[in-house]
Structures are given as structure tokens and as C-alpha cells.
């Protein structure tokens, strides 16, 4: 099953094919490209003989080779990069495959860090990179296997290329696809030879991405693209105070709105069933719903942050302890002492939320782009009480995820609202919805203590407090009072500093709900920690980047990085101001997610306390770099996610509610305001790293780092305050 | 009735006039490539040409359309700039979620058509009113001035 088969064009006939398909195919995989040829034996109800070597790869006797991808598209071209790493030890090359996403099925498609189908914390690759290049080598040492058997030769003499195997002595080629049928029933070996990296033909190599063409005219289909037949639309509206419920619901008005069907109102929320979306929305307009506030009507960010301020001043949990830190902090040497807050946030994927769902008498079948499809799956399954077996849950491309589509909240709304519905529904949430009943950024408070001796760091003590996400959405990661994620680049600070204690503070935050946010812990640590650092730098007199190198004797990859940003960002030398600002660079390094980057911001401060990002240039090493193109778009686009959060982005909460709604009041950076961006990647045969969320560490804390440079002003909030940039407020440093 | 002329094909649909364009071109239409994002102009996802002339159809109301002639990024395709920007974009790999570059497409290629060679200003006030969540607008500068130097 693929992608096309959703009905675009309404044509009858064509649904009831798809239906027939569907109903028979049981479990439906969506894909980019469907071989015309297989797609008609299908629907004839025959089909051609599959080799199966693992839950990866498929070769059928036409010649389709197909890779299931365990790691889910949201733009971040994991796809792309999951098909290299196969095809490379499989040995085809790239315009010899399909892809399609893997079906909910944690035995077969477990991320093998997590333990489960998920895609996250930047590790589709590192994962996943050493068991899909065995499962590669293996089909490929069965496929040689049976050419060899053919041929009755040795299979040492039989090389691949291309999708076929050569018996080298003689030139024989034959294709895999003619070996369907021997080679099923051939054990896969224990220990496949893997290719030495050197003769990779694929990985390394920036080749084209494999979702790209559909997405230039408008054929690709996302989850808010599905389209069935006697489909209806739907949207809803949860109570605006988190944890208020329905009380009363006018819905007069409302049923008299042209074009919809029905109200569906539960505890919580209040939904439009409709004709089409527009119905829906003029709706839910006409709908008149009195709502029970509950206990957080009264709640505000200013309640918030007293609370986490007031949690912060107890002893954390210590997460990690080197030395004597307190000793080192209380006597010998110069003691500093600063705090950085870092606000809510949400996801605002491009994608508004949204999952269409039919729920029949013993079956229940749902439609939507997800982080974690076997969670939409049970999720559905515990709603509608149906064994999950009952559950068909479809994965469809996402028009971002960022941690927004890890949780399934939008899901399991869906699936209630499909209970009260005859046929299938595609419930879309408003871009209000999105973004007043995200699953937020937490609000982290770093405490961060350091003392000087002969201009190195002696002693340092850094205590988060934050929310756990883990306790919540991954028990196992939070241990003893200690979630793994929220001291991530925290407990693991490259510096080399004799005395160290890394504490956690557990503290969540009133009413507001807390997830994953794209950079997860270390968007908050790397920027606390490179922050201080820069402050340390200037009392110790020293210049930002000789002082950061002074400390990483233990961490070579990073001071090559660090050294080939300094040459590549001229720093040291003077900037011109080109709008008749103040202007500055700043530097961060960091280790998050096993690649090492050091990041140089340029910014130009104006006299009202605009900040222009003007230049921003990178160094990584990430190991092997499995598509060089790929590397450098997620740190260009990495670096301005982050950069919007940095200038932008925070969400407020007010009696209880949200303040923010849409893309006028929470801010997104635009073309005009795009920094020129430079890339630079260092050659490594170490492992690959994750780079997914890296870019996004990295920018708030050089573009921070750079504005202290420009204006001698150290920040220590986000989003960066014009008022205190401006001189027209002073800055929390200070008080 | 209304009756609109869609990537050049005429037809009518039955839907109030005040019904905005995106919503009549998805969920009656089944044309899904065109995007909603804010639903108040404020993205740019949503970008179609009338008469090829960049427009957010999720603020405009079919009724308000008359008979000038819709493009969609189903048919841009068609047209000399529409093929050089899809080009474009595909070789210099600008796209990574996508969703929102069914609407930076159709800005950019509007942009070509009324400035064949644009600078780096005529490119921040063509498309600074389309938001890309992914962040691949340095992508998107070079793959205008790449796709003006494309011959057709």
C-alpha cells in the first residue's frame, strides 16, 4: 500500500478498489512510489513471490525492492538516510528502492536504544546504524548464497553490484530478483561481513532525498492530506483553562450552521462534525459553551515561576559529583554565581494537529503522522477497548514532529470524537487549538556556580530545575529523582574542571503540560552552561574561545571544531556594523547527542534593542556522515529553529490560559530576517552522532554570547528582553 | 454554484460564496497539495495565483474570485516559472517536511514571473510572508536565484 492510494480525485470506483485492497491487505504501509505493475497484480489478487530475509527488506520477483524504514519522515530526511545505510550493504543503489514506513510493531521496529517505536533524541541513525548494515549484509550474503548454489561455485568468488551478484572469474551476473525464490529458505548468517568504510559507495555520499519529488507538486500525502470515502471533518475545542471541563453547550446555533452534522460533546472538549473543515470551523464559532474552569483559573506564568524559583533554592538530587565541588566553591579563588530561565514553549509544527480515525463494531482504523505509531495504536485501542490487534494504524508523512508528535493527545481525542461518529473522520485542530493545548517546552531554572583560580574553572556546581518528562512519558528514565534527558549535557560538560556537581531539582510546573521539545534537555543546558562559561570567560579577562579551549584538554573533537569555527568565523577581527548597531560575535560548544559542533554567531544590536543575527557559522563533527546534504540542511534549519526560540519564543499562561494563538503573537523567523549560514563538517571514521536537534542547541547560546560581546549586556532569560537591550529596563542579572 | 477555473480546468462547485478558497480546493475538490497553517494569512502555506498573482486562499472567499483563473501547485508545473522553481528546489534540495513549500513554491514562482532576475530584496518581500518551520530559507534564496538562471 502506498501513499496514492489515497482518493484524491473522489473517484467512486477507485475508493471501493482501495477498499477492497485495504480490507484485504490487512496491515497497509504507505510509501512513496507504487510499481504500477505490482499495484495491478495486487488488486488481481495475486502476488509475486517476496524475499524476506528480516523485517527490513523486501525483493519481490519484479524487481521491487523495498526497505521498511523504523524511523518515522518528519522532514529531518531520516528516510533518505535509513535507505542509504541498507542499500549500502545491501548493495543497490538508491533509485533501486522504495520505502515505506514501518507498521506499529515494537518487536520488529523498537528503536534499540529505547526499547521502543520511537523517533527522537537525534537517534534514527546511531541507533539504528549497525543493526540495518547487518541487515543489509546479511540478504546480501544470502542473495550471494544462492547465485552461488546456482552456479555451483564458491560463494568467496561472487561479488554485488547494483542489485545483482557477479561471479568475478567469469563475468556471470544475476540479478536479486531472480534469486527470490532460492534464496528464501536460506539461514541468515550470524555474523555478516560488513563493507570497510572505505568502500562505501552510498553513505558519504550527498545524494538526492527520496521524499523530495512529491513534495514539489503538491502528490505528497500528509496526515492531514488523508481522504476517505464518506469522510467527514471535523475540529474541536478543549475547555482554554488546562483542566477545565465542558459545563453547558448551546448548540443550537451551531446545528443550524450550514454544513454540520453533529456536536459531539465530552468531558473535556466540545467537537464539530461537518461537511468539510470550513463547516466545522463556522461551527464550532456558532457553538455557545460554558466551561468549568476548575482549580487553575486562577494560575499565571508569574505563579510559575515563583513556584520554580522557591523549588530551585532546596539541594537537588545530585546527578553527577567529581571532586569537591562545595569545598572548591567556598574557598580558594573568585566565586561566581548567575541564574538563566528558560520560558514554555511550543511546537507549532507547520502541520496542524490532526488524525482521522473510523471506528466500526469489532475494528477500529486510524490515519496520521506519528513519532511513536505503536503508542497511537494503543492508544486507540484502550479508547475504543479493542485488542490492539483490532487497531490498523497508518503512518503518514509529518509536516514536522519536534516532539510535537511523540505524545498522542490528539489521537485519543480523535478516537473519541470516531465512537460518536457513523464512518470515518478527519478531525483537524485550529491553529489556535495547536498551539493553546500544546504539551509545552518546560520552563527550566539553571542555578550555576563556578569559582576561578589563575584564570581556569576549579570548581562548578549546576542545579536544573525543571519538570520530568520522563517520569512521565518514559518512566525508565527517571531514577532515584534524577531524569536522564533533563541533565543531558549537563552531567556530561566537556570542560575539565577538577570539582563538579551536576544537581536535578524535579519540579512541575502548575496546570501546564510539559514535553519534548526539539533539542530535549541539552537546548536548556547547553545553552545554561555556554552562557556562564562566556561570563566566566570576561571576569577571567580572557577571550571567549581561548578560554573555552584552555578546558578542554580532554576533548579533542571538540577543540578541532572549536579551532576550525574560530579560523572559518574570522574571529578576532572586527565586524563592520551594517545598519549602525552595536555588534559582536559569540561562541558555544557542545557534545549533545554525540556530535561535537562549535557555533560562531555575528548579531547587530540596535539602539531599541532589535538583534540582527547577520552571520552564523558552524563546525561539526559527527562521525561518519552518513548524507553530507543532509548534515548541513538539519544545522541550517536546526540553527534558525533555534534562533526563533532565542529571539521569540515564549508562551505565556494567564488565568489559566494560553495567550498566545497563532503566528502573530508567537513569532516564527522569517526569509528577511535569515542570517547567511555557513557549514563545516570534519571528516570522521568515529560512529555517526545525531544531528536532528544539534543546530538547535546551538544557536541560542552564540547568539546570546554575541549580543554580550556587542553590548556587555549577559542575558540571562529567554527570549532575549529589547526592553533591557535597549537600556529601557535593567537586566535581571543585576538585580 | 459557484464556477471556478482551476489549473485550467473549469468547474463548479456547490459551496457558499463566503466558503474561503483552500477549504473548497481540499475538502471539495480533493486538491490537497494547497496547505492550512494559521487560517489567518499569517503563513503563507496556503498560496495560490490568481491570474498569477500570489493570494492566501484561506482568506479568500470563492465568491470574491470571479473569473480569474486559479493555479494551484497541483498545475504551476505547467508554467515556464513554476517548472524552473520545482526544479530548483529539487536540485538544490531545498525541502525537508514540506509542508509549507507548496506555499514558498508558489510565492517564489510568482516572484519569477513578475521578476525574472530578482535581488536579495525583491526575495525578502516576496517571500518573508511565507514561514518555514523547518528553517530551509537560506535553501529557498539560492533556489530562486538558481531557478532565474534555468533556461526554460
Known sequence: ?735 | MVALTINGQKSSVEAPEQMPLLWVLRDLLGLTGTKFGCGIGQCGACTVHLDGSPVRSCLLPIGAVGNRAITTVEGVGVTPSGAKIQKAWLELEVIQCGYCQSGQIMSATALLNGTPQPTDADINAAMSGNICRCGTYVRIREAIKHASKLQP
Open chain 1, 1 to 735: 500500500m502506498n501513499t496514492k492510494v489515497i482518493d484524491r480525485l473522489q473517484d467512486p470506483a477507485r475508493r471501493n478498489a482501495i477498499k477492497a485492497v485495504a480490507a484485504a491487505g490487512g496491515v497497509l504501509l504507505f510509501g512513496f512510489h507504487i510499481p504500477t505493475v505490482r499495484a495491478a497484480q495486487k488488486a488481481a489478487g495475486t502476488s509475486p513471490l517476496q524475499f524476506e530475509p528480516n523485517a527490513f527488506i523486501r525483493v519481490d520477483q519484479l524487481g521491487t525492492i523495498k526497505l521498511i524504514m523504523p524511523q518515522t519522515e518528519m522532514g529531518q530526511g531520516v528516510y533518505t538516510s535509513i535507505a542509504m545505510i541498507l542499500a549500502e550493504e545491501l548493495d543497490v543503489s538508491l533509485d533501486q528502492v522504495q520505502v515505506e514506513a514501518a507498521p506499529p510493531n515494537e518487536k520488529l521496529y523498537a528503536n534499540p536504544v529505547f526499547g521502543i517505536q520511537a523517533t527522537g533524541n537525534s537517534n534514527s541513525v546511531r541507533a539504528f546504524w549497525m543493526p540495518l548494515r547487518k541487515a543489509g549484509a546479511s540478504a546480501r550474503a544470502i542473495l550471494v548464497e544462492a547465485a552461488a548454489k546456482k552456479w555451483n561455485v564458491d560463494p568467496s568468488v561472487c561479488q554485488t553490484d547494483r542489485g545483482e551478484v557477479i561471479h568475478t572469474p567469469t563475468g556471470r551476473r544475476i540479478a536479486y530478483r531472480l534469486l527470490v525464490g532460492s534464496a528464501t529458505g536460506i539461514a541468515s548468517p550470524t555474523d555478516p561481513p560488513l563493507k570497510s568504510i572505505d568502500a562505501f559507495k552510498l553513505i558519504g555520499q550527498p545524494l538526492k532525498r527520496l521524499d523530495t519529488p512529491d513534495k514539489v507538486n503538491g502528490k505528497v500525502v500528509y496526515g492531514i492530506d488523508v481522504m476517505l470515502p464518506n469522510m467527514k471533518f471535523a475540529t474541536l475545542a478543549a475547555c482554554p483553562v488546562f483542566g477545565g471541563r465542558v459545563g453547558h453547550v448551546d448548540d443550537s446555533a451551531a446545528l443550524a450552521s450550514p454544513g454540520v452534522h453533529q456536536i459531539v460533546v465530552l468531558d473535556d472538549f466540545v467537537a464539530v462534525v461537518a461537511d468539510n473543515m470550513w463547516a466545522a470551523k463556522e461551527g464550532l464559532n456558532a457553538l455557545r459553551i460554558e466551561w468549568q474552569l476548575g482549580s487553575n483559573a486562577k494560575i499565571s506564568t508569574r505563579d510559575v515561576w515563583e513556584q520554580t524559583r522557591a523549588a530551585s533554592e532546596q539541594d537537588g538530587v545530585a546527578a553527577k559529583a567529581v571532586g569537591d565541588a562545595s569545598q572548591a566553591l567556598s574557598q580558594g579563588g573568585d566565586r561566581f554565581d548567575a541564574d538563566y530561565e528558560l520560558p514554555f514553549l511550543a511546537h507549532a509544527t507547520m502541520e496542524p494537529l490532526n488524525c482521522t480515525v473510523e471506528v466500526k463494531q469489532d475494528s477500529c482504523e486510524v490515519w496520521v503522522g506519528s513519532q511513536v505509531i505503536s503508542r497511537a495504536q494503543a492508544v486507540a485501542a484502550k479508547v475504543t477497548g479493542l485488542p490492539r490487534e483490532k487497531v490498523i494504524a497508518h503512518n503518514l508523512l509529518m509536516g514536522g514532529g519536534f516532539g510535537r508528535r511523540l505524545e498522542v493527545d490528539h489521537i485519543e481525542k480523535a478516537v473519541r470524537v470516531a465512537q460518536k461518529v457513523e464512518g470515518p473522520v478527519k478531525v483537524v485542530w485550529t491553529r489556535e487549538e495547536d498551539i493553546q493545548h500544546d504539551v509545552y517546552r518546560p520552563v527550566y531554572l539553571d542555578k550555576l556556580s563556578a569559582t576561578l583560580k589563575d584564570g581556569k574553572i576549579v570548581g562548578w556546581r549546576h542545579r536544573i530545575t525543571g519538570s520530568s518528562i520522563m517520569a512521565r512519558w518514559f518512566p525508565a528514565g527517571f531514577q532515584k529523582g534524577i531524569d536522564i534527558d533533563a541533565v543531558d549535557s549537563a552531567v556530561d560538560l566537556p570542560y575539565n574542571i577538577p570539582n563538579l556537581r551536576i544537581e536535578y531539582v524535579r519540579h512541575e510546573p502548575p496546570a501546564v503540560p510539559t514535553g519534548f521539545w526539539r533539542g530535549v534537555g541539552p537546548n536548556n543546558n547547553v545553552f545554561a552552561a555556554e552562557s556562564f562559561v562566556d561570563e566566566l570567560a570576561k571576569k577571567a579577562g580572557q577571550d571567549p574561545v581561548a578560554f573555552r579551549r584552555a578546558h578542554l584538554d580532554k576533548a579533542p573533537r571538540l577543540k578541532a571544531v572549536l579551532d576550525l569555527v574560530a579560523s572559518k568565523s574570522d574571529w578576532g577581527k572586527p565586524i563592520p556594523a551594517r545598519h549602525g548597531g552595536r555588534t559582536g560575535r559569540g561562541v558555544e560548544v557542545q557534545g549533545a547527542f554525540a556530535t561535537y559542533i562549535a557555533t560562531v554567531a555575528e548579531v547587530e544590536v540596535d539602539k531599541d534593542g532589535e538583534v540582527r543575527v547577520t552571520r552564523v557559522v558552524l563546525a561539526i563533527d559527527t562521525g561518519i556522515v552518513v548524507n553530507p546534504d543532509t548534515v548541513v540542511a538539519q544545522m541550517q534549519g536546526g540553527l534558525i529553529f533555534g534562533i526563533t526560540a532565542a529571539l521569540y519564543g515564549e508562551i505565556t499562561v494567564e488565568n489559566g490560559r494560553v495567550q498566545q494563538s497563532n503566528f502573530h503573537d508567537y513569532r516564527m523567523l522569517r526569509m528577511d530576517q535569515t542570517p547567511d549560514i555557513q557549514i563545516h563538517i570534519i571528516k570522521s571514521t568515529e560512529p555517526p552522532g545525531g544531528i536532528g536537534e544539534t543546530g538547535t542547541t546551538a544557536a541560542p547560546p552564540a547568539l546570546r554570547n554575541a549580543i554580550f560581546a556587542a553590548t556587555g549586556i549577559p542575558l540571562r532569560r529567554l527570549p532575549i528582553d529589547r526592553d533591557v537591550l535597549a537600556g529601557r529596563k535593567p537586566n535581571p542579572a543585576s538585580t
